[in-house]
Structures are given as C-alpha cells and as structure tokens.
C-alpha cells in the first residue's frame, strides 16, 4: 500500500494532500507509467479517511492527465508523465543523511534526529517568550553579552548540578547556539592546523567535518562496551584535544564507567591536553542510571558541551559551554566574533523553563514517550527479523543499532534502502567498518516505525 502522511491539523483538506503525494510520487517517477494505483477502497481504510475523498483526489489527477480510468478496473498511471532526476551519487547520498529535508518524501527516515516535535509545550513555550519579550532591558535587545545572559547562565549552574553533578559557577558558561558552535569555539581556541585530536570510532560524521575545518589532525580510538579506553592511548601522545561522550557514546550508546573517567582525567593532565565532554542526549536515560559530569574530576581541563536542540526544538539554536577559568574570556571573545550573542529573548524564556521546573517535566514525559517508542521499535525489528537481528544501545539516548547477522550496508544496499521507502545511516558512516544500522526512533510515531521495519524487511529481502 501507498504511504501517504496526512496531517491531521492541516488547513489543506484531506483530499488535496491526498492529490498533492500522489502527484509528487508521479512526477517523481516513484508510480511508474501504467502502475495501477490502489483500490480507493482500500486506499479510503488504510488512511481512515472516506472512500470519497480518494475517489475525488484520483479524479483530480485524471483530469489534470496524470492518471486515466479503465472502467471496472481502477486507475493508472498516465505515460510521459515522470520528471526523473539523475541519481544523486554517493557523495550526495552522504550529504542527504544530514538533513532530511533532502530525503524523498514519503520515505520513513531513520536518520532523522529530530525529537517528537508534535509534544512540544508550544503555549507554554510562547508565553515564556512573550514574558521575556515584555521583561527584557532595553539594551538586550541591541548587541548583548557575547557570554551570554546572566539569567540563564545562573539558572545553568543550578541545572546542571541537578542533572549532572556538574558543579561550576556562572563565570565559566557559555551561552551558545547549540553545541556545534560550541564545538567550533573550542576548536578554534586550541587546534591549530597540524595539532593531533582525539575522537572516539565510531563517532559523529558531523564532529569529523567541524575539526577537519579547522585543520586539527583528527586520531581515532575504537570504543566498546565501556566507551573510549585511555589504556589504548600511546603513553607519550601528545594531543591538544580529546573529544569524548562519556555519558553515551554516538551511535553505540556505551556508558563510561568510572575507573575509565578517572584514568581519562588523570592522562589530560600528564599529557597537559583538554578533554571535551560532548553531553549528546544525555539527558533521556532509560535502563541506566544518570551519570554524572566528567567535568568534577578534572575542572580545569574539561569543556562540557550540552544542547538544548533535543529537548526543545533544533530551530531554538541553544547550548551551553562550561569552560575552565583560564579558557572563558578566549571562548568568549571568539563568540563576539562569531554572532556577537545568542538570541537573549530565547535566552530569558528558557531561564524561565529552567527556574520554573516546566523543562525537567518535559524532558520527564519525553523519556516515557521514546522508552515507549525504543521499545515499540525493537519489538518491530524482532517480529519482523526474529533472531537475525542484533539490537543494542538503546539503553538511553534517541537511537539504537540494529545488526543483521553481519550484514554490511554499501552505498547500493543504502539506495535499495530507500527504493524501498526507508532510510537509515550505517555504522561505518560514523567511522567504524562494520554493519549495522542506527535507527533514530525519537522522530519518529508508532506508526512510522512500524512502517519502516517492514520496509527494511522488504529491503533486507532484496539484498
């Protein structure tokens, strides 16, 4: 059957989004010429919506002569219709994994790291906006603290010690927006072109790009069931930097255990480097305990990171940096360079959230719902695969990966993905050469997950 999301809060009728896919799936050459369409009943019950409405959407597209009726035998794709575009090649396929907004659609993507943007309290959200815009000094709303605002920075401080044990004062945050700039600002103070840095593999695709453009030579280290292991580093290395996630690693999910920290800690001293603590979706934690910041063994050479693009919305463009003293007013000046400062309305709105409690209660309903989705997924993946599937990671965070019996996903195995309608980025674009599939889930509804593990079992097949 045709997938063919209808929303449901759309001022657009049901019938014009139901023309609008199927024109796209036309013109895109997705329905091929002389490919008969479903039966407007069975199309009407599958998307719970009146046989009349699909009869009138197929009637549109046969007058617009997109389709044409055989009588007593349904509807079929007109000849010379498709608009086919080249096929992007590998490259772009990369690319298309960063942004799903190059993602065909109708495609159930898997790679789309979004959080459930649909649960987000957006009148609560407004009236925190809409007092901050009423409350702000007038000089706030000209060219603001480069630091950012003293507000949030103190409402930080008690967040951060709540959540993560990490314990600092006002003076040593960063306002940024969102965690790669705050990424790029410690690249830009301590990497230099040939400079060596450390990263775990896999890791993000995104992370190499960042210190890539910044010159620094990027060294990796394979992590395993206890993340990054210091005990692999060669004794006399000599890095500038060590980017390490601790709290759980991207994409395998792995927890650092304390014995690993302490030794961590305890190499950056001696080798006079920085460790970078990348606190990505720490924050939704399932079937392990919270774990508590890198940044209390070793205060003077950590740099934590943190976003607030999965627990609000990726738009709002909001993260923090806790810096060591001697590190502050470089970061800082480097941010007046960059943007000057982050919106300071969004700012005062999410000291609000944070001083008010409304962001833990959030990030509380939002765990119980990708728990309930994690587990919705996994259960997919199982009866559709049975024993030949491996799933792991997903005892926090908003992804988990699948391996299947050691397949290994190609680029032709990741374009067969999606001529099946779904699309997930294997492990080895993060780095490490292996199968397996990250499936992100927290985007994701219910329905669309179960779509897309029977999408992937229609792939798989193929292969």
Known sequence: ???????????????????????????????????????????????????????????????????????????????????????????????????????????????????????????????????AMLDIPAAALGYDIPQGRPELRQALCGYLRRTQGLVCGPERILVTSGAK???????????????????????PALLRQLLSFHGARAVSFPVDGGGLDPASFPPDGKPALIVVSPAR??????????????????????????????????????????????????????????????????????GYLAAPPELTAPLCERKRLSDHHTNPVYQLALASFLSDGTLEKHIRRMKR???????????????QFGGGVRVSGGASGMNLVADFDGVRFTDERVRELLRCGVYAAPVEREGRRTGGLILRYAGLTKDELTCGAERLKAAMDRF
């Not at 197929?58 to 509807?75: K, P, Q, V």
């Not at 700039?181 to 400079?195: H, K, M, N, V, W």
């Not at 719902?369 to 009866?383: S, V």
């Open 1 to 131: 059957m045709l997938y063919i999301p209808l929303d449901r809060a759309a001022r657009r009728t049901y019938t014009r989004q139901i023309y609008y896919a199927l024109r796209r799936k036309i013109l895109a050459g997705e329905l091929a010429a002389g490919e008969a369409l479903p039966p407007y009943r069975e199309l009407s019950r599958e998307l719970g919506v009146s046989k009349n409405t699909v009869l009138t959407a197929y009637d549109m597209l046969t007058a617009d002569g997109m389709l044409r009726s055989a009588a007593g035998s349904g509807f079929y794709v007109e000849d010379g219709v498709a608009r086919r575009a080249p096929a992007p090649s590998p490259a772009e396929r990369h690319a298309a994994a960063m942004s799903d907004r190059t993602i065909p659609d109708g495609v159930i993507n898997f790679d789309n790291g979004q959080p459930a943007l649909e649960l987000f309290p957006r009148g609560k959200w407004n009236r925190a906006v809409s007092a």
């Open 181 to 203: 700039q705050a990424i790029s600002l410690a690249a830009e103070c301590l990497l230099s072109a040939g400079r060596e840095v450390w990263i775990e593999d896999p890791a």
């Open 249 to 318: 690693q991207f994409p395998t999910g792995a927890i650092m255990p304390m014995k690993r920290r302490a030794a961590l800690a305890e190499f950056a001293e001696r080798a006079g480097a920085y460790l970078l603590e990348d606190n990505f979706e720490s924050e939704f934690n399932y079937d392990a305990p919270p774990v508590s910041s890198l940044y209390e063994l070793a205060p003077e050479r950590v740099l934590s990171v943190g976003t607030f693009s999965k627990v609000l919305y990726p738009s709002v463009r909001l």
């Open 369 to 383: 719902e990708y728990r309930a989705r994690r587990d919705h997924l996994t259960d997919c993946l199982r009866r």
